[in-house]
């Protein structure tokens, strides 16, 4: 009996481990996805937070989840991405949701606005208020699920051929400039241009802009762009801090395994902070070699500065007049970003600004 029991007992073992292999391999399935960037290789820091994502993504389901990266322009134009990822084209893209302002004025606030949030704003109310939440809302008109990928941190003025006094030079400017800040300069009398990363340098070299902004001295240095521009002004104020986002396919995302979904989600908020990581320790190295090399650093003017924010709050007003999106997830933004400064006036700015002195007192 005891014999006839344990070979019951055995079979009925052996019975479960039949049934649970398929369960497990149901859990873990092969998968293969196509990510587009809408950045070129040779903008490493941009481009490398998709490879950090895919790579972590890979490792971390023993190579069955693979993610492969395409640079902008390989597969699909870099200023294309969403299209390609709300119509199945491609899983998803790593972008700046500025970019698309053309589709919906609100996919600025994925990104920045000018006057908004810096970077470790934007990620506080990404994570902690309801940032991603309110977004992600508006993202589903899109067929797009959005995740937080990176940030750049307050952003440089840009390259000028000539000296910016006021709000006067403007005028007739021909001013590469991404996304919503361009309809500030289009207020100024200004003429803005979107123009890819990797056509930038020759589109001022060759005449066809007066000026560009890209995103701080790291990244102008590796485009060169000091070579065709002397002027280099501060702060960006259209990009107190610039957030970068994964955009996948809602249908794609809702097939992924739960435990597919926390991986990729982890393996991106790791993107994001990296990203933010090397623009902090690499942009003070590169600062010091543009001014090595004469590049003429330049504050915007107190007046120059006012006269954007006028010029910016007239252009959301009247986008939130006539988009109820914008305007609700807008106004959401602008209540954190009011609340938030009350703690950095008395926290953050006067802790840096007196290390600030003290570092050039010696």
């Not at 400064?341 to 570092?359: A, P, T």
Request: aromatic share 12%.
């Amino acid at each position: 009996m005891k014999r006839r029991q344990f070979l019951q007992a055995a079979g009925a073992g052996l019975a479960a481990t039949a049934i649970a292999k398929p369960a497990i391999a149901q859990s873990a399935p092969e998968i293969k996805w196509r990510l587009t960037s809408s950045f070129p290789k040779s903008l490493e820091t941009l481009y490398g937070a998709a490879e950090t994502m895919s790579k972590y993504v890979a490792e971390a389901t023993d190579n069955k989840f693979q993610i492969q990266i395409f640079a902008g322009g390989e597969i699909v134009p870099a200023l294309q991405a969403v299209d390609a990822v709300s119509n199945g084209t491609v899983e998803m893209c790593h972008t700046a949701g500025y970019y698309f302002v053309g589709k919906d004025p609100t996919f600025c606030l994925y990104c920045a606005v000018p006057f908004g949030l810096n970077a470790r704003q934007q990620n506080a109310w990404f994570y902690d208020g309801d940032g991603m939440k309110l977004l992600n809302e508006f993202g589903q008109k899109f067929n797009i699920y959005g995740l937080v990928g990176g940030n750049t941190g307050t952003q440089m003025g840009g390259w000028f051929r000539k000296e910016i006094k006021g709000p006067k030079d403007f005028q007739g400017l021909k001013f590469r400039i991404g996304g919503w800040a361009g309809k500030t300069i289009q207020k100024l009398g200004g003429v803005p241009q979107q123009i890819a990363g990797a056509d930038i340098y020759q589109a001022l070299e060759k005449g066809t802009i007066d000026a560009a902004e890209w995103v701080g001295p790291h990244d102008d240095e590796k485009l060169g762009l000091n070579r065709v521009a002397k002027y280099y002004y501060y702060p960006g104020w259209w990009e107190g801090g610039a957030a970068l986002h994964f955009f996948i396919n809602t249908a794609k995302w809702a097939a992924l395994p739960k435990s597919y979904q926390a991986i990729v989600t982890a393996a991106a908020g790791l993107a994001n902070v990296e990203m933010q990581a090397k623009y902090d320790a690499r942009n003070p190295v590169a600062l010091r070699k543009l001014l090595n090399s004469g590049t003429a650093l330049r504050p915007f003017t107190e007046q120059t500065m006012d006269a954007c924010l006028k010029a910016s709050n007239e252009v959301n007003a009247e986008a939130a007049a006539s988009n109820a999106d914008f305007k609700k997830i807008y106004e959401a933004m602008v209540s954190f970003r009011n609340a938030e400064y009350i703690w950095w006036q008395v926290g953050e700015f006067s802790y840096d600004n007196f290390m600030i002195r003290s570092r050039q007192r010696g």
